[in-house]
């Protein structure tokens, strides 16, 4: 049976409560933690069990964020690999929170490794464009700061959530000078802007971006201006399932968050569409930054062998008669 803290989690990612994708990959390797944890279980077998329905639980949240779906992955992967040999409910408590904690700290770790390594790419006097809430780009921009360059940074409010208010904030109480604008303004400013950073919430293995919907349109009116586009994204933001043919599902979130649904109501033949994401093909994308080091996105096939090579097919596609089946 789910505990409430865990349906709470849950809860809270779909609600958008705990967001941003490396957010949400934390609190589902956290909601595995205290499946474990608090699990009465009397077997083994009964406590993969629990884990595997808080995992499809997880799964159901939110659907475009690839981070979550890997956070789940990387746990249950260390669980039922020590299945066959254990003996006592203790032996996978013990190897389901020793992997949630591995993966929540490798988490942190890799957002503060991109904000050093992408902090390189930031030289004195820049005029800098985000859009949405990134924790990997304010990584980068604090970072930075904190070393002493100075620059300027844009950011897009971010419609209907508006994140980049959250962002406005965080980076002006670092001491950053910020102008937030509309998102339709893009394209007004970008002439003085020198680099764009976005984050990830996937990144597909043609070097495809999924990201927060409007970084399909900055980048193509950055191409069109000659401005570079960085990416800061962790490895597990990287989708193996895309290795495989498969493509990443688009969140379509409720109408409500644009138009009052009484409003809405009232107007004839209209229907309102909200999707969450849009897709960056790689060719308007300079560089993708990662904890392990920034590669062109044309690289992403490299770092998905790299990071899941060591998957088997069966795997794979065992993880995805689960995605698909919790769909239906
Ligand atoms: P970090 C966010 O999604 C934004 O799209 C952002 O670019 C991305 O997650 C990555 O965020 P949402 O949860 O992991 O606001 O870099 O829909 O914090």
Same mark, same amino acid.
């Given at each position: ?6 349906? %709470?989690?849950?809860?809270?990612? %779909?609600?958008?409560?705990? *967001?941003?994708?490396?957010?949400? /990959? ?19 077998? !009964? ?15 939110? #659907? ?9 992955? =990387? ?10 040999? @254990?003996?006592? +409910? ?25 904000? !050093? ?39 897009? $409010?971010? *419609?209907?959530? =508006?994140?980049?208010? &959250?962002?406005?904030? !965080? ?8 102008? &937030? ?21 996937? +990144? ?14 900055? /980048? ?5 201006? *000659?401005? %570079? ?25 409720? @109408?409500? $968050? ?9 107007? #004839? ?5 909200? #999707? /969450? ?22 690289? @992403? ?5 790299? $990071? =899941?090579?060591?998957?088997? #097919? ?15």
């Amino acid at each position: 049976m789910t505990s409430s803290e865990v349906q %709470r989690i849950a809860d809270e990612i %779909r609600n958008m409560k705990r *967001r941003g994708a490396g957010e949400i /990959a934390r609190s589902a390797a956290q909601a595995l933690q205290l499946t474990a944890e608090l699990s009465t279980a009397t077997s083994p077998n !009964e406590l993969v069990e629990e884990l595997r329905g808080t995992s499809q639980l997880l799964l159901a949240t939110r #659907p475009t964020a690839v981070s979550l779906p890997n956070a789940v992955r =990387f746990v249950m992967h260390r669980v039922t690999s020590v299945l066959v040999q @254990a003996r006592t +409910v203790v032996d996978i408590r013990t190897v389901a929170i020793k992997a949630a904690e591995d993966f929540i700290q490798n988490s942190l770790s890799a957002i503060q490794r991109i904000g !050093e390594i992408g902090a390189k790419r930031i030289t004195d006097g820049d005029k800098i464009l985000t859009h949405c809430n990134s924790s990997a780009v304010i990584a980068i921009l604090g970072t930075a700061w904190k070393q002493g360059k100075r620059f300027e940074v844009t950011v897009t $409010e971010t *419609r209907p959530r =508006f994140q980049g208010r &959250l962002t406005t904030r !965080e980076l002006g109480s670092i001491g950053i000078p910020v102008t &937030l604008i509309l998102d339709d303004a893009v394209r007004f400013f970008l002439n003085k802007i020198d680099k764009v950073f976005v984050g990830a919430d996937a +990144v597909a293995a043609n070097g495809a971006l999924v990201n927060k919907i409007g970084t399909s349109l900055i /980048a193509l009116a950055a191409h069109e201006a *000659r401005v %570079r586009v960085f990416v800061a994204a962790e490895t597990y933001k990287f989708s193996p399932e895309t290795l495989i043919g498969e493509l990443i599902e688009i969140e379509e979130r409720d @109408a409500s $968050e644009i138009i009052d649904p009484d409003e809405l109501s009232q107007i #004839p033949n209209a229907t309102v569409r909200n #999707p /969450a994401f849009d897709i960056t093909p790689a060719e308007y994308i300079d560089l993708i930054i990662t904890e392990k080091g920034i590669v062109p996105p044309q690289a @992403a096939i490299f770092i998905l062998e790299q $990071e =899941f090579g060591l998957l088997t #097919p069966e795997e794979l596609s065992d993880y995805h008669t689960v995605r698909i089946s919790e769909q239906d």
